[in-house]
């Protein structure tokens, strides 16, 4: 079976663009969770989907959003990028089990902002 | 703000050694779970445990969880190159929040 799919997987962005990072979930996974991760750091949690709808958010500013379609698939919209911006960006997916929540990554999006 | 923190942050043995790290967090979980990350890649989950176990095994890895003093430790035997990675910690409090990180040890294994 196809695990987490991520594209692009390199992106060059100049500050003030805008940017979207798309993500495929595993097969029967309903929940999508984004992931910063800058460099030397551990993923800060962003924003978690499912069912189409937010279920949890971090610390992040507004210019950071997402949406869930219907097939589950996610993106990830940020916009007026700032160089602080740069970083790994991981997709997971889960079943959203209350007893696990084992989490399932992408390989990431990595994001240069110029 | 990031709930685990790992120890050591670096960490280089010899092909054959145990690896050991250590994590603390600071609220209470549900669970916590162990990543390994290659090379600035995916994470792969390696084990959970739950908060009212105390050990677990799985393979080669052996965790275990200490909630009266919020730290847990991953135990790696015979450590192999292919070991050669980041391993970060990470607590689940509940509902639909996200996992939080810590800043993970990076385990470097000399053949």
């Known amino acids: 079976d196809a695990g987490v799919t991520q594209s692009p997987t390199h992106l060059i962005k100049t500050r003030g663009q805008h940017v979207t990072l798309r993500c495929s979930p595993i097969s029967g996974h309903k929940s999508v969770s984004w992931y910063q991760q800058v460099l030397g750091q551990g993923p800060q949690f962003i924003f978690q989907?499912?069912?189409?709808?937010?279920?949890g958010r971090g610390n992040f500013p507004d210019r950071f959003s997402a949406r869930q379609f219907p097939n589950y698939s996610s993106e990830l919209n940020v916009n007026a990028l700032l160089l602080g911006d740069s970083a790994l960006y991981l997709c997971?997916?889960?079943?959203?089990?209350?007893?696990?929540?084992?989490?399932?990554f992408g390989p990431g999006t990595r994001l240069t902002v110029l | 703000s990031q709930q685990g923190e790992e120890d050591p942050q670096a960490l280089s043995i010899q092909e054959g050694e145990n690896a050991t790290m250590n994590c603390s967090y600071k609220t209470s979980i549900n669970n916590l779970q162990w990543y390994r990350q290659n090379s600035g890649r995916g994470l792969v989950h390696l084990i959970l445990i739950r908060s009212n176990e105390r050990e677990k095994h799985s393979g080669r890895l052996r965790v275990t969880l200490d909630t009266s003093k919020k730290s847990s430790s991953l135990l790696i035997t015979a450590s192999r190159a292919a070991d050669t990675a980041s391993y970060f910690c990470?607590?689940?409090?509940?509902?639909?929040?996200?996992?939080?990180f810590g800043k993970g040890t990076h385990l470097i294994i000399q053949p």
């Open positions: 990470c607590g689940k409090r509940g509902g639909a929040d996200g996992l939080t």
């Open positions: 997971a997916s889960s079943r959203l089990d209350r007893e696990s929540n084992e989490q399932f």
């Open positions: 989907y499912y069912e189409k709808e937010e279920r």
